[in-house]
């Protein structure tokens, strides 16, 4: 596809269970982001990888919280034992480059995750 | 910690108006200031970005000014347009261990009236 693509895009889970969230960045993008999105706020920063290198993992909240990219590209979004608070719209984001303000990070539509 | 201040919360504006949004941020060591747009259901896109070895950016009906020693930067969206109804994000990243982390304002809800 042409841009990054996330899914699923909306998931409900009942508190207690484990989630996976998939991101596929644009094709080549070295750089890929996780960003954490609570209603009405601006996206917060949960973690950065480089090709498959996890170079800042600072922004994840708990333990729970768990992000892998083995391979360089696709990426998956893991939280274990979900809770309330985890209610959000998690956004993934490529870049070309490994500086941002050398290229443009672009993000996709969100997993939007709904915890009961 | 919020690292980004952003405001107002939300903006009405007429067609054809001039909408401003404010942001200002604490930490000196911030040497990339972007602006998101976002669409309900969609993920923000970048607008227009700026480095603060300059204190204004033009591009097309959007303008950013900067102004480093009051650590302030703003958002002009000239003869706005009911299209440009979206939520706004300010952001800015640098520094030594987080050149590649974006710290978001909270964003502006702003709503063109035609």
């Known amino acids: 596809g042409a841009g990054v693509s996330q899914s699923p895009r909306y998931k409900v889970a009942k508190r207690g269970q484990d989630v996976a969230l998939r991101c596929d960045p644009i094709?080549?993008?070295?750089?890929l982001f996780w960003y954490q999105q609570a209603l009405g706020q601006g996206p917060e920063f949960l973690t950065y990888f480089q090709n498959e290198a996890q170079l800042d993992k600072s922004g994840l909240p708990s333990d729970r919280f768990f992000a892998e990219r083995p391979e360089g590209s696709v990426s998956t979004l893991k939280i274990q034992r979900t809770q309330q608070e985890d209610s959000a719209v998690y956004l993934c984001a490529s870049s070309l480059q490994t500086v941002l303000y050398t290229g443009e990070l672009f993000f996709g539509e969100g997993s939007r995750l709904t915890v009961l | 910690q919020q690292q980004v201040k952003q405001s107002p919360q939300s903006l009405i504006v007429q067609k054809g108006g001039i909408s401003i949004i404010n942001c200002a941020y604490e930490?000196?060591?911030?040497?990339?200031f972007p602006w998101y747009q976002q669409f309900p259901g969609k993920g923000p896109a970048l607008l227009i970005a700026?480095?603060?070895?300059?204190s204004e950016k033009k591009e097309g009906r959007f303008t950013i000014s900067f102004n480093k020693s009051a650590k302030q930067f703003s958002l002009h969206i000239m003869d706005s347009q009911p299209g440009d109804s979206a939520t706004y994000f300010c952001?800015?990243?640098?520094?030594?261990?987080?050149?590649?982390?974006?710290?978001f304002g909270g964003g502006t809800r702003l709503m063109v009236k035609p």
């Open positions: 930490n000196t060591a911030f040497d990339y």
């Open positions: 094709s080549g993008h070295v750089s």
């Open positions: 952001a800015a990243s640098g520094g030594n261990n987080a050149g590649n982390m974006l710290t």
């Open positions: 700026i480095r603060p070895d300059v």
